[in-house]
């Protein structure tokens, strides 16, 4: 809970009593590689917060895998259409690697949110977050050459190219994994 705990100090004004008040609603929990935080069909109920590891968010279009996001250490996972809205996911979301994160329902969180005001800054700085990461990706896949697409995930998300297997990486760019070594034997 330390790398939370920072993340909270450095990125809020939460005071050290309330940062207790919201580590206790929280449950450590710990994946296997290639085990599923969520599924496709199931209604989302939680909201997570990586302490070690990394996960995939990814559909099924067409029978075929199409990777969506990957989340790192201090990254949060939850699919918010389904958890706000209550329908089913149409996102499944796993584990990489062996990962242990920080497990919250939705019932606490709001519970939460009525007892420190701040909680309602962190959701709405993640939903800033997530709704600005939506439509820079967005537009990237639909403006942006693959290999410009790549450069940018080399910027922003090096530790990807290390941890994420290399078919994952073409889906995520929205290219055929042979197309993606043709880009990497050019740089």
């Known amino acids: 809970m330390n790398s939370f ?3 909270l100090q450095n990125n809020f004004t939460f005071t050290a009593e309330e940062i207790k008040e919201l580590l206790i609603c929280f449950t450590l929990k710990g994946y296997k590689k290639k085990e599923h935080f969520l599924k496709a069909g199931q209604y989302c109920k939680n909201v997570a917060f990586i302490e070690k590891g990394c996960f995939l968010y990814y559909e099924i279009i067409d029978g075929e895998e199409k990777v969506c996001d990957f989340a790192f250490e201090n990254d949060w996972i939850t699919q918010y259409n389904s958890l706000l809205n209550n329908v089913p996911s149409t996102v499944n979301i796993y584990a990489i690697e062996d990962s242990k994160i920080l497990v919250m329902d939705l019932p606490k969180l709001e519970k939460l949110t009525v007892s420190i005001a701040k909680i309602g800054i962190l959701r709405a700085k993640l939903a800033e977050q997530y709704f600005t990461e939506s439509t820079k990706r967005a537009s990237q896949l639909a403006n942006l050459k693959a290999e410009e697409r790549y450069e940018i995930l080399l910027k922003e998300k090096p530790e990807a190219l290390q941890r994420i297997p290399q078919y ?20």
């Open 168 to 187: 994952h990486i073409a889906s995520y760019l929205g290219i055929k994994p042979q197309s993606l070594s043709r880009i990497r034997s050019k740089n």
């Open 5 to 7: 705990k920072s993340y």
